[in-house]
């Protein structure tokens, strides 16, 4: 007795569901991922050479000192202008934080005053304590760097102080730092 035997078909994997639902899978995936900023800042170390290139008056040092307390501002250097102290915790949850904006409107004024004297002043030295946090030095150098203003009905960025450098604040005087 003979038995016939059948030839066995190859068979084709059906993937037709499965590229549907990549196609619709894959955007909205993408839709919803969040992509990382990253932000490239370029910072100075302070010249120690002592160059005499520019007139006295451009020579003067803006120096920006963050401390945990409050944040100090000298122009220029060693002439205290203004400082402006932490805004102390409230009711509704908010942590104590350095206030900006304060600082943002003495920078306005500097250099507005700067401005009055035709000098195109773009540098600041920005000094900080050892316990100031990250975000605190990010945000100063944002207030450093521009600043919010209204011209003619619309909101635009001005340019204050772009080339930052950085380093350790001095100690306070009469104690600790």
């Known amino acids: 007795m003979f038995v016939k035997r059948r030839e066995l078909e190859e068979s084709d994997i059906d993937i037709t569901a499965f590229m549907n639902l990549m196609i619709v899978l894959v955007p909205v995936l993408l839709m919803t991922m969040v992509f990382n900023h990253i932000s490239i800042l370029e910072l100075n170390l302070p010249d120690l050479t002592g160059s005499q290139t520019a007139s006295a008056e451009e020579n003067r040092q803006l120096e920006v000192v963050v401390r945990e307390s409050a944040i100090e ?102 104690g600790k730092s």
């Open 73 to 174: 501002v000298y122009y220029p250097s060693g002439n205290l202008v203004k400082t402006i102290d932490k805004v102390e915790a409230t009711d509704d949850g908010k942590e104590a934080h350095h206030d900006f904006r304060a600082l943002s409107d003495v920078l306005q004024e500097i250099k507005r005053r700067l401005a009055a004297k035709n000098i195109a002043k773009k540098d600041a030295l920005l000094l900080s304590e050892p316990g100031v946090t990250y975000q605190s030095l990010v945000s100063t150098m944002d207030t450093l760097r521009s600043a919010k203003t209204v011209v003619v009905a619309e909101a635009v960025d001005v340019e204050l102080f772009p080339d930052i450098s950085l380093g350790d604040a001095p100690t306070k005087k009469g």
